[in-house]
C-alpha cells in the first residue's frame, strides 16, 4: 500500500514539473525575453518624455511669474508718470492744452489696457512666445509716447 501511495506521488510530481517546464519551448522564451525588452525600453522612454515635459512646464511657469512681475512693474511706473502729468496740468500756473490732456489720458487708457491684457492671458496658451513679443513691444511703444510727450511740452 505504502509503495502505491509513493508511485501514485512521485508521478504526480513529474507530472506537475513537466506540465510547467513544457509550455514555453527555448525559441519562445527569447521572444518573450525580447518583448519584455521592447516594452521596458518603451517605459523608459516614457518617463523621460513625462520628466523633459514635467521640465519644460516648471521653467514656463517660472519665465511667467518673472515676466508678470518685471511687467506689472513696468505699469506701476507707468502709472506714476501719469500721476505726475496729470498732477503737472493741475499745478501749471498755466492752463496746458486740450491736445495734451487728451494725450495723457490716451497714455492712461493704453496702460489700463496693457495691464488688462496681462491680467487675461491664460498662461497655457500656445503662443506664449508671440504674445510675449507682442506685449513688450506694446510697451516699449508706450514708453516711447511718454518721452515723445514730454519731448513736446518742453517746446
Known sequence: MKNITFVIAVTMMLMAGAGLTSC???????????????DARQ???DAQNDANAEAQQAAYA???????????????????????????MKTSGKTLDALYSKNVDALEQRNQNLKAR????????????????????????????????TVNNKK
Open 43 to 45: 517605459d523608459l522612454k
Open 118 to 149: 496681462l491680467s487675461a492671458y491664460d498662461k497655457g496658451q500656445s503662443d506664449w512666445e508671440s504674445f510675449k513679443r507682442e506685449f513688450n513691444h506694446d510697451l516699449e511703444g508706450l514708453g516711447q509716447a511718454f518721452t515723445d510727450l
Open 24 to 38: 514555453e519551448t527555448s525559441g519562445q522564451k527569447v521572444d518573450n525575453a525580447k518583448s519584455d525588452v521592447q
Open 62 to 88: 517660472e519665465e511667467w511669474r518673472v515676466f508678470k512681475l518685471e511687467t506689472n512693474v513696468k505699469i506701476q511706473e507707468n502709472e506714476i508718470r501719469i500721476a505726475e502729468l496729470k498732477a503737472k
